[in-house]
């Protein structure tokens, strides 16, 4: 889900992290399919001004969020 040097990698939750429980509850909401999904069903993503991976080439660009880019 992410780049293998990113710092975030080793964080972990502390409960109860508020934010943690917030993005949790919205990840299960659009997986049992009860949210509108704002990436339109993407299944990659980056930030286009950290990095430009070669797989984006081959993929379907499906929403632009934030500095992230969506891709499938």
Excluded: C, R
């Amino acid at each position: 889900m992410t780049y293998p040097h990113d710092p975030q990698l080793s964080k972990v939750p502390v409960n109860p992290d508020p934010q943690f429980v917030d993005a949790y509850d919205i990840a299960d909401s659009i997986w049992n399919g009860g949210d509108f999904d704002l990436t339109n069903g993407a299944t990659n993503y980056f930030n286009p001004g950290e990095v430009l991976p070669s797989w984006a080439q081959s993929m379907a660009k499906v929403a632009s969020i934030g500095h992230h880019d969506f891709y499938k």
